[in-house]
């Protein structure tokens, strides 16, 4: 079927299945709307896809909202650009659209569109379709002090992979929400006066999304992003910024496959019963969880105990070297355990900004054999509103 197939094929982009592992030991988190959970933007991408206590920019509305009101302009947009999964196909894309507004001195309204198109399919009857997913948002931020502010997100979430609607098959809708904290402070190492970075976002808090009328639901990638950043200024020219992000899916974890062998006394490694497979986790529940019951399971509902729990943490480090604020050199690496995905990868990256625009592109080196990601690029450009009047101006 078409629909497993264009599925597959989203799992892909956000995991790459070791060739070593087994049933059962490789066993992710499964989630739908997958789209959700790729960095959009080039800066973050070349961090190691870290991003939640950077510094603000446009594109804070995927990684911290509430980063905003910190920002030096007044108002920005930024345009993204990832062409997706190159080493595979050649017409897979994800697109996103970020600005913001500051509002007086301690609030900002932001938003960003995230379009992610899977190119051209082509399905029985000599049909061809277009499928893709969609997301957008909103996010009101505010300064609660001097250095801490807070953000809400409301989200609506689209995503047509069908190509058949006559056997109550329809595109899914989800809405969801982020929460999300920020907070940054000077303060001094030796004689240098540093600028120590925060932050906290839960993002994605929402309903399922089912294809199927709500016969059987799929959950969204409900995520927990933690991180710190630390901005050392070298001189009056040179600044050096590190961060890290850890992430935690709150999704639960998806019964495996050798759990459903052992239970039915089949042979471990046998994998000509995954029709029934499918069936038995229907009758395990799994199913009808509740979005927030789904959250709190999530956390300590993996079969191999705390230990696989452990394993569905991700992480990302990422160094920034900055020259006059204008001139940008970035790496990072981002580690996902082999059994949950394998995402293992170098990023690297450089930056451009003048006063009214800053451009940035990314790439990533994959350290895992046959990683469909590997050579990804990313490209953003941005723009300063304030630039632009003071351009128009003159």
Known sequence: MIRNKIILLLLLAVMAVPSFAQKDQ????YTGVTSLSIAPDARAGALGDVGVATEPDANSQYWNPAKYPFNIARAGVSMSYTPWLRQLVSDIDLVNLAGFYRIGDYSAISSSLTYFSLGEVFVENEMTIKPYEMAFDIAYSRMLSETFSAAIALRY???????????DMSPGHAFAADI????????????RECLLGLGLNMSNIGTKISYDGGAT?????????????FLIPLNEY???????DVNKLMVPTKPSYSQFLEENGYEQGDNSYYSEYQSWVEST???DISPITGIFKSFADAPGGFVEELREIYAGVGVEYCYNQQFFVRGGYHYEDAYKGNRKY?????GF?????????????????SNPLDQTLRFSLSFDMDGLKDLFRR
Request: hydrophobic fraction near 40%; aromatic fraction near 18%; glycine fraction near 6%.
């Open 26 to 29: 490789f066993n992710p988190v």
């Open 238 to 244: 040179n600044t050096l910024s590190i961060s890290a």
């Open 353 to 369: 900004r003048m006063s009214v625009f800053s451009l940035d592109a990314a790439y990533l080196i994959s350290t895992a054999q």
């Open 285 to 287: 529940g799994y199913n």
């Open 180 to 191: 999300a904290l920020y907070y940054n402070k000077y303060l001094f190492a030796g004689n």
């Open 217 to 229: 639901n799929e959950f969204i990638p409900t995520n927990l992003r933690l991180g710190a950043s």
């Open 346 to 350: 170098f990023t690297v990256g450089a």
């Open 157 to 167: 979430i689209f995503s047509d992979l069908q190509y058949d609607y006559t056997e």
